[in-house]
């Protein structure tokens, strides 16, 4: 409820009769029904639910500004939630430019009445987050190297640079220390997955599925070659 119409009632009922507060405290727990279910709040609609409420109002006695020369305070409190009201919608409408339009949410069902339509959109959400998965894979397998055959030689081809490694031994591929030099300096650098922190310890960049390709290939040669060297 609107801080701002807590204190117009308030401030109505302070200065009314038992009869008007009564009206006043209906007037405003229906209005405030008609801005939760979307009802236009006209005098009519107003008057309708009152009466349904078993108080009977005019509509004089909700348009007039005044009362014997003094504010009509249930013109008061009319105006006061028609304010109120405008400027949900005007707030809802400004947030409605920013909704992103792939998201939805409980609430977002709940507000489809029909079981056909709501089983339809169900169905081109669940799609659109299958063709999402789809693009994030794709994102994955561009950033892994391309891999060229070149007889003995493996090169693998990541942007600019380029690694061949030797398809004969393991060691011979344990001494092709320029090799492994570019392999351990491309996983120093970080990738979209791993990086380092400040205090040079190894953490996630982003969520890590069981199989995802953390790093090229032959690192693990890589680093027991640096601690052969290391050892000697």
Request: overall charge neutral; aromatic content about 6%; charged content about 25%.
């Amino acid at each position: 409820m609107s801080t701002h119409i807590e204190t117009i009632l308030d401030n109505l009922c302070a200065e009314a009769n038992s009869s008007v507060e009564a009206r006043l405290r209906a007037m405003h727990k229906t209005i405030k029904g008609f801005k939760r279910n979307h009802v236009d709040l006209t005098a009519p609609n107003l008057i309708s639910a009152l009466g349904a409420l078993g108080i009977s109002m005019s509509k004089s006695s909700i348009y007039n500004k005044k009362i014997r020369g003094k504010d009509n305070p249930y013109r008061v409190l009319v105006d006061g939630w028609s304010k109120d009201i405008n400027e949900t919608k005007i707030k809802q409408a400004e947030s409605n430019t920013k909704v992103d339009f792939t998201i939805m949410t409980n609430s977002d069902y709940e507000s489809i009445s029909s079981d056909v339509v709501k089983f339809k959109v169900q169905n081109m959400y669940s799609e659109l987050r299958s063709a999402r998965h789809q693009i994030n894979l794709l994102k994955d397998i561009q950033a892994l190297p391309l891999i060229e055959d070149k007889g003995d030689t493996l090169c693998f081809h990541r942007g600019e640079k380029s690694v061949g490694l030797s398809k004969s031994s393991d060691g011979a591929s344990l001494n092709n220390y320029e090799a492994h030099i570019d392999v351990l300096e491309d996983f120093l650098a970080g990738n979209s997955k791993l990086s380092f922190d400040d205090e040079g310890g190894l953490v996630a960049s982003k969520g890590i599925r069981k199989g995802d390709a953390l790093s090229d290939i032959e690192l693990q040669h890589a680093l027991i070659a640096a601690l052969d060297v290391m050892k000697r």
